[in-house]
């Protein structure tokens, strides 16, 4: 067994992360922190816990509905910091002082750079120095650098949507580096503290935009998709241009993102038509166990509550744009997910382990 | 024209008084207070509202999206209070003081017996000494008291929901005094102030039982039908056994209360059929503008934004029960619509003044 | 392994024992019957199962998405039967005498007496010699009969969301056989087929009562409560007065019902307190993995996606009324899930095989 | 008094012309039609309009609940036709002929190349004749040749939101011809006919995209923004490049329509600020009553039930993008409240008459 500590379990990322590891065959979480919440038993804070008590004929979840909340972790071999920027990178550097793996779910080790980190987050970064052996948590691009890591940067939901989405194409160099992304997600990516906005009154039934001065995801899907197209052997001739909108949805969970990049042309037609770009994405994605190219526009209800991504490229052909709409679970897939395919990779598991559940749909 | 002071405008109940003045003939906003909030404009707290700005062909809507919001309301012919109970008590006592007629939303005038107030409302009462004077705003009950008043006592959803659903039955005498009202409210019924239960992700796609141990507004219920009893000559023998449960619904606005009642019988028939109840039903609303007694179940959506009650009264034969399902918006006839049909009663135009509006269906 | 039937599979009881069997360890489905829909691959209908493609390390799920639907079952160990009541039990006829245990998710088989049925369902039985071998599929009640069954009669979900809630005081003897039953379900429990009173803009937003006139589950209630009376020495003296009115949520998945009961009195007051009541259902359930008694108001969302049932009983002794509020989802606890429970009593497997999922929560 | 038919009175525009109209000083419904509902009272499809019914002070509402459908409409002076493409263009030859004036809210006169249409739809073109005399009835651009119209073709919701949100930009030449529109819409735009697509548990809690192989709306959308290229004197150098991706969203009403387009430069700078964009958005709709320029991200439920809509355009300085918000209620301005906007402007009347409702919100 490895033990598992969540810090922050309060938040909805650390509540899906117990309810993934519940269905874990090796992990089992030892120590939850909260802040405003020490000294409570988890089933106090979620109630639909107590549905994990020991049950009769011996068997027992990996979750203790009964685990009392502390400031600070335990010793475990693993934690999973569920903090806010800032206050996660401090707690980061503790952990791993203490020895421990760290995953970490907020953004302060997913930027390289410190100075794009400063500008955006508006504040000096608490542990510059992490930065370099920090390793981004985007399992599809990275396992073998994430096999071998201390601290894994665990990407976000719009990152994770909008780079699955785009990579094949930019790795390819079948599109200029110019642009879209325009991401829905439910309001569940907000988080858990009570405020106007996500009030159900207010939000239920609407739809807005927000973050169009800039949102501070952008400069991770940019660092990304340029090193997709390294990766891929076509870097960027100019410096990408690219325009991030999300949305807020009525929904709980969920995110799609929908991609539009101009396609390099053949003349005056597109470089390629949407069969062929079908068959390259479905030969980047073909081993993925998580990631499906499919024929049809996805829908986000398609991924509740599992780890799964769909992804459906076309082409425009009468604009000569690249469309890529992608789909996923922002609490999943998009967080606590990904950071448990993470773990697995840390500890030389299946990347499936715990993960094996289909949506939950309709 | 009417002027009208709105006290607390930030509430619900105070956005929808502005929405539904804002299509009345005579009654003008020229005043509105807040409590974080003074010093903004209403567009500030209210963007929507900046649709009511003047426009060129020089007619214009009774509310100026410019106004601003002050600590105290000034001098006005009327003035709606949407504090919560206690502080709309002592706001009331200085309005009537200033010779301001009072239409109040909250609690604080609705029970006529101070004891039972403070026992449910645990503080002593603010104002006792208008308990007497307050009248009950139930339109369809008390309009010719209402137009003399001073000071009317707006019922709240649950209440004008259940008391409309049993009154009739009550007043004719065909049922014993033992029921059981089960209400499904919206989450706009909860008010503004963002709260956990109202998150979002916590209320979507959930329904939930509240207030089991004892509601407030369970004495309110029983005082009214204990009142039409008599006003319809069958005074209850014993006292009213009443349970009443409230639950919250995964929706903004919209009541519906299904009441049980037990059918006096005919030996071992009940006394009345399904036919002879609508009968009794339609007849006690016939002259009713706003509330319509139905052949099939009604739907709380049919009333979305509109001032109209629909009511379905059915004998359940075999348990001999009468069952009658209501239902209406909590935010107009449960709130400030019924406000509005009071202040129209109280200078003398015709009910539906202002209240025209038919649901925004679907 | 034991091979699995799933009968008229495009029904959501059908797709989600799909989604739950994925998870089972020794279940794997091997033949699936439609009706519209012969010769597509599953994941021609559910486009969501292509993510249970088998994948590179080895591992598949028990679901193969490229399964073909036939019209006539395969011989199998076990078929589950989704078909409407009629059409339910022809094929259940058939499959018995092929040899294969039948677990049938439709109503035809869970009333014992043939007269009651037929004056429900208004057509003759078509297989009335069945009913005295079916058994009644509810997991805590009828465990020893079902591990020794060749047809399972599983309960649908106002039902089992209704009897487990009453049961333990009905057992216990300290109610009247007087009770009302008042549901609150999702939508998915009215199938998969679209007509208006199930679409979105007419759905969505909007609460409503139906079957008011009487509800087909009301005698199946009837017939286990009066059962459960028996079994816990305090059969009724008198027949069962009930009242059952279910209603429409604007949700997806879940069911939450209200139950009220008139509790017997010791003297002027009643014969419980909220304490003693507690602990006497706890006892009921003390070693049920998926009944869960709470001192606190459940929620629907606490059971999304899982087989778990959350219990609250509490005695409001101002009216002397026993209310208990249960909850489940009804699409597993209340159809699929339960199917499942059953299942792996039949096989004596532990009853949590492939049902230890938590509720996605939020 | 204008007496009115509604020609297909059963679908969601025919239901909310019934709402508006209501409303109306002086149009009056007169006469219905359907097309498996003759026969029928309009109550009996729309039950909520049982609180239309006459009131006993003598008001009554433009809608007779009691109004038979029937299969062909009365002589009337004007009528709005709800049927789909091809089918409308049929009804309005024969309404044009009995001299009445038609207001068609179909596509089938929206497009001015009867090539173009039939390329897009697939079909002769029913009566391409009147195709030159129809005028475009989007209200703010063509209301002058709308006063003088016998046939106006009332836009949609994607077209109407997409072009006010665009065409100020166009019409002063600040963006190339290259523009992205991603539109988020309630399922009402789907119409009132039950399918799977909109059946509640497959569109609840769902987002996803359709229509990417090339949908109906865009040539219609190009058609006018080239148009306002022209009218502002900045005609497009190149034919307009336009991607237009629609979104399904999981609410019954409202639409919100992003917009991307490349702004002209100024060297390597943006050719325009945020600042100097929102005072060209005024000035250009500074006389409209229902189009409001504002300086936050509107939301959709700003709009719920009014036919106000809400533009926010802002740069993308980094990007040289232009990015236009806008949205509106897709059943009001998007459909019907345009219709009857249209209707004002053929009869004179103010253009507000009957659309003085502020959103339902919240």
Not at 31 to 59: C, N, Q, W, Y
Not at 187 to 199: A, E, N, Q, T
């Amino acid at each position: 067994m490895t033990t598992v500590s969540i810090v922050n379990v309060t938040s909805y990322t650390g509540s899906e992360l117990l309810r993934l590891i519940a269905q874990h065959p090796t992990f089992e979480v030892t120590s939850v922190t909260g802040r405003s919440t020490v000294g409570k038993r988890l089933e106090e804070i979620f109630p639909f816990l107590r549905a994990g008590v020991p049950i009769s004929d011996g068997r027992r979840p990996a979750i203790d509905p009964t685990l009392v909340i502390t400031e600070e972790p335990a010793q475990t071999d693993l934690a999973f910091v569920c903090l806010p920027h800032a206050a996660a990178a401090e707690a980061v550097v503790k952990l791993l002082q203490r020895g421990m793996k760290v995953i970490d779910l907020s953004a302060d080790f997913r930027l390289h750079d410190v100075a794009v980190y400063e500008e955006w987050y508006k504040h000096t970064h608490p542990a510059p120095a992490l930065l370099e052996s920090a390793v981004y948590g985007l399992c599809e691009h990275y396992r073998q650098s994430i096999a071998a890591a201390s601290l894994v940067a665990n990407p976000g939901c719009h990152t994770t949507t909008s780079i699955l989405a785009l990579s094949p194409a930019v790795a390819a160099g079948i599109v200029k580096p110019d642009v879209i992304i325009d991401t829905k997600t439910g309001i569940s990516g907000g988080g858990r503290s009570p405020s106007l906005i996500y009030h159900f009154p207010e939000a239920d039934e609407d739809v807005s935009a927000y973050g169009l001065s800039g949102h501070r995801h952008m400069p991770e899907i940019a660092q990304e998709l340029t090193a997709s197209a390294i990766a891929g052997g076509h870097p960027f001739e100019q410096e990408l241009r690219i325009t991030f909108v999300p949305h807020l949805m009525p929904m709980t969970r969920g995110i799609l993102a929908t991609c539009y990049a101009d396609l390099k042309q053949n003349g005056v037609e597109p470089l390629i038509t949407t069969a062929e770009v079908r068959v390259l994405y479905e030969q980047y994605y073909k081993d993925e166990p998580f990631v499906h190219v499919i024929d049809q526009p996805p829908h986000t209800k398609w991924t509740y509550g599992s780890n799964h991504c769909f992804i459906y490229p076309i082409v425009d052909s009468r604009a000569r744009r690249l469309i890529v709409v992608s789909c996923l679970d922002n609490l999943v897939k998009g967080a606590a997910g990904q950071a448990i395919q993470n773990a697995n990779i840390l500890y030389g598991l299946p990347e499936i382990a715990g993960l094996t559940s289909l949506a939950v749909h309709p």
